[in-house]
């Protein structure tokens, strides 16, 4: 069945480095594939999505590309804040409306 | 615009007692998900509606739980009698459906504690 892989964490860095939150899926079909942030107390909000091969979803400074030759869609950003410290789930959407999520990385930035 | 609105935010109830959690889901979604989120399994899906009318409720975990949508703008979901184990934040979600890219929208959660 459809499924997301979601690298394990805790990942902690520091201000400014280089962030990659690696995701792999298993889907039939064609997925979206979406990024979505939780912050402490807070419920999930979508950081960014593509639907379909080759697209890049961004915002805030986060990316992401769809990569359907290797079921990728790995989350970076080139230089990360404190602000950034949050969980992290990667997700699957197929054509059943059907909603799947990694288990989530916990990301904590420090100064 | 208002998002997906849940409550209570907050509850603490003791074990055997009633638990009702709300969700008004946002204005022109047809569908609507109930999540549970715990430190040891995650977020899981319990059960999902599409136009008001349950699709999949494999998710429920067991009789104790139940869940309603009486109209598009009103979802409800009871636990009676809550256990400790129940404990956790619940989730609503809500999304157009039109194609697989739309966006499922979450609320704030309920955060569910049961003594």
């Known amino acids: 069945g459809d499924s997301v892989t979601q690298m394990e964490g805790p990942v902690t860095l520091s201000e400014e480095a280089f962030l990659t939150i690696n995701c792999t899926y298993t889907?039939?079909?064609?997925?979206?594939l979406f990024w979505y942030v939780q912050y402490p107390g807070e419920g999930l909000q979508l950081l960014l999505k593509?639907?379909?091969?080759?697209d890049k979803g961004s915002n805030k400074g986060f990316e992401a590309t769809y990569r359907k030759e290797t079921t990728s869609f790995h989350l970076e950003k080139g230089s990360v804040q404190v602000s950034d410290s949050a969980v992290y789930f990667c997700?699957?959407?197929?054509?059943?409306?059907?909603?799947?999520f990694g288990t989530g990385t916990r990301l904590t930035v420090i100064p | 615009d208002a998002g997906v609105i849940q409550s209570p935010r907050h509850e603490v109830t003791e074990m055997g007692q009633e638990v009702t959690l709300r969700c008004k889901p946002i204005?022109?979604?047809?569908?609507l998900f109930w999540y549970r989120q715990t430190m040891m399994r995650g977020l899981e899906l319990l059960i999902y509606?599409?136009?008001?009318?349950?699709?999949?409720d494999s998710g429920m975990p067991e009789d104790r739980f139940s869940a309603k949508m009486p109209n598009a703008s009103f979802s409800t979901l009871k636990i009676q009698p809550s256990e400790p184990r129940d404990s956790a934040v619940y989730f609503c979600?809500?999304?157009?459906?039109?194609?697989?890219?739309?966006?499922?929208?979450f609320g704030e959660g309920s955060w569910l504690t049961v003594v």
């Open positions: 997700a699957l959407k197929n054509g059943a409306n059907n909603l799947f």
């Open positions: 889907a039939t079909g064609y997925p979206s």
């Open positions: 593509a639907t379909k091969a080759d």
């Open positions: 204005s022109g979604h047809n569908s």
């Open positions: 509606f599409n136009n008001n009318v349950p699709i999949d």
């Open positions: 979600a809500s999304c157009f459906t039109g194609s697989s890219g739309n966006t499922i929208y």
